[in-house]
């Protein structure tokens, strides 16, 4: 995919979407970006190979859950587009499924409406809200989404830009209770209890260039499992990012410090 030209002057400070793309060996960065980038990847070696896991993760979430016939999606935490969206991976089982991406950032924004384009028979949508804000993205989804039918709550990869003060548990309990039963949660998280000094070296230099308000935190287990309080967990459980269902060629490597899980509404 070729690189969507991102505007100028140079930002002062990493942002999340644009490290993440430097991770997975995209073009829409900055050099800020690419230094966070490398500079956290110095300290902990797991997150470039965590980073396409989370991806695969992704993909391999979005196709049980249209296997189980869930036709929308909401995607919190957009970025910037990489192969393997959650619309191209829906719409490629199920053509007329529907996808709102969010992302607080327009610049994002900007680059997915350029290219997250949906085919013929599904639809795309895009929001500019933070992942605080339920309100309008819930207002906002609704142009696009039926609520009284299920949705993939996607939040991957993305809660840990919230801060424990600011309750991102109970930011998700709002998103999914305006949600239909049916409705599924898929949620990643980097794990601070695996490989944890690594994560924890890799955080600070990460947070150290970043602004403020996208620092990032790790999580427990135990903290990510608070996240599905009162839904249904689907096997195998809360579990690092291979270990979660994954295809028969692939090779399961507990060192990626990150916890995921899919859950349902009931």
């Given at each position: 995919m070729n690189a969507y030209p991102l505007p100028t002057p140079h930002p002062a400070n990493a942002h999340p979407a644009r490290v993440y793309n430097a991770w997975l060996g995209g073009k829409d960065h900055y050099p800020v970006d690419q230094e966070a980038a490398e500079l956290a990847a110095a300290a902990n070696p797991t997150i470039v190979p965590s980073v396409r896991a989370n991806r695969a993760f992704l993909g391999r979430a979005v196709r049980h859950l249209t296997s189980a016939g869930v036709r929308?999606?909401?995607?919190?935490?957009?970025?910037?587009?990489?192969?393997?969206?959650?619309?191209?991976?829906?719409?490629?089982?199920?053509?007329?499924?529907?996808?709102?991406?969010?992302?607080?950032?327009?610049?994002?924004?900007?680059?997915?409406?350029?290219?997250?384009?949906s085919g013929a028979e599904g639809r795309t949508d895009y929001v500019q809200a933070d992942a605080r804000d339920v309100d309008t993205i819930l207002e906002s989804a609704s142009r696009t989404l039926d609520l009284d039918r299920p949705v993939g709550l996607m939040l991957v990869a993305i809660l840990q830009y919230i801060k424990d003060a600011e309750d991102p548990w109970d930011i998700t309990r709002r998103l999914l209770e305006r949600l239909a039963p049916g409705s599924c949660l898929v949620l990643s998280h980097p794990a601070a209890d695996v490989t944890a000094p690594e994560v924890a070296e890799s955080m600070r230099i990460y947070n150290e260039r970043a602004a403020s308000h996208a620092s990032a935190t790790p999580r427990t287990q135990k903290e990510?499992?608070?996240?599905?309080?009162?839904?249904?967990?689907?096997?195998?459980?809360?579990?690092?990012?291979?270990?979660?269902?994954?295809?028969?060629?692939?090779?399961?490597d507990d060192t990626l410090p990150m916890?995921?899980?899919?859950?349902?509404?009931?």
């Open positions: 929308q999606f909401l995607d919190v935490g957009t970025g910037i587009p990489a192969a393997g969206n959650t619309h191209e991976v829906a719409q490629q089982a199920a053509p007329e499924s529907r996808v709102v991406y969010v992302d607080n950032d327009p610049i994002v924004l900007t680059h997915a409406r350029a290219l997250l384009v990510v499992e608070r996240f599905f309080e009162g839904l249904e967990i689907l096997e195998p459980g809360v579990v690092t990012l291979t270990r979660w269902r994954p295809e028969p060629s692939d090779t399961p916890w995921c899980a899919v859950a349902r509404k009931a």
